[in-house]
T-cell receptor, first 115, second 114 residues
Framework: AQSVTQLDSHVSVSEGTPVLLRCNYSSSYSPSLFWYVQHPNKGLQLLLKYTSAATLVKGINGFEAEFKKSETSFHLTKPSAHMSDAAEYFC?????????????FGKGTTLSVSS | DAGVIQSPRHEVTEMGQEVTLRCKPISGHNSLFWYRQTMMRGLELLIYFNNNVPIDDSGMPEDRFSAKMPNASFSTLKIQPSEPRDSAVYFCASIRGSSYNEQFFGPGTRLTVL
């Protein structure tokens, strides 16, 4: 069975410094992995996804994530944080390719950005 | 495209009342998901449908919860009777085809049960 673990419930950075949000997954098959972002009082929005193509995936707003099979990790990074990046981030795994397979969400990491 | 539409956006009700949450998925999407989000439990999958058929309802907390999808463009999540512990934000999401694709989320319904 698949699962996902976000290693930090809360990350605080200063504006302009790098961001690292950590995610480890467990999957029986070759997984699809996603990062979603949720701004306060908003729905979830897809940041990026990995589906067995390039292991380094680039997403919106300067975020990227690297799929490392040997480490079963899919950490999210950004070189320089912006105040608008403050939000909740969810790492998500799916190892089903059929239509209608559910996604498994991590518990979320709250990113705070200070000026 | 209008995106996933949920109504109402906010609902305040008293314990014991029936609550119905509504969702209109994106046209052409063939899978629909209902999630619940709370501070304590995070984001939980309640139930999902594929081509209007419920596939997995193991996340539905108890018999007070029920969900239907009578056609490809409409789904409801009903709670009867509602309890204060049902207070949460309920999200609906839809997807086209494979789960490799992006799930599109609605804005959510914030439910408060007094």
């Amino acid at each position: 069975a698949q699962s996902v673990t976000q290693l930090d419930s809360h990350v605080s950075v200063s504006e302009g410094t790098p961001v690292l949000l950590r995610c480890n997954y467990s999957s029986s098959y070759s997984p699809s992995l996603f990062w979603y972002v949720q701004h306060p009082n908003k729905g979830l929005q897809l940041l990026l996804k990995y589906t067995s193509a390039a292991t380094l995936v680039k997403g919106i707003n300067g975020f990227e994530a690297e799929f490392k099979k040997s480490e079963t990790s899919f950490h999210l990074t950004k070189p320089s944080a912006h105040m608008s990046d403050a939000a909740e981030y969810f790492c998500v795994v799916s190892d089903g390719y059929q239509a209608g397979t559910a996604l498994i969400f991590g518990k979320g990491t709250t990113l705070s950005v200070s000026s | 495209d209008a995106g996933v539409i949920q109504s109402p956006r906010h609902e305040v009700t008293e314990m014991g009342q029936e609550v119905t949450l509504r969702c209109k998925p994106i046209s052409g999407h063939n899978s629909l998901f209902w999630y619940r989000q709370t501070m304590m439990r995070g984001l939980e999958l309640l139930i999902y449908f594929n081509n209007n058929v419920p596939i997995d309802d193991s996340g539905m907390p108890e018999d007070r919860f029920s969900a239907k999808m009578p056609n490809a463009s409409f789904s409801t999540l009903k709670i009867q009777p509602s309890e204060p512990r049902d207070s949460a934000v309920y999200f609906c999401a839809s997807i086209r085809g494979s789960s490799y694709n992006e799930q599109f989320f609605g804005p959510g319904t914030r439910l408060t049960v007094l």
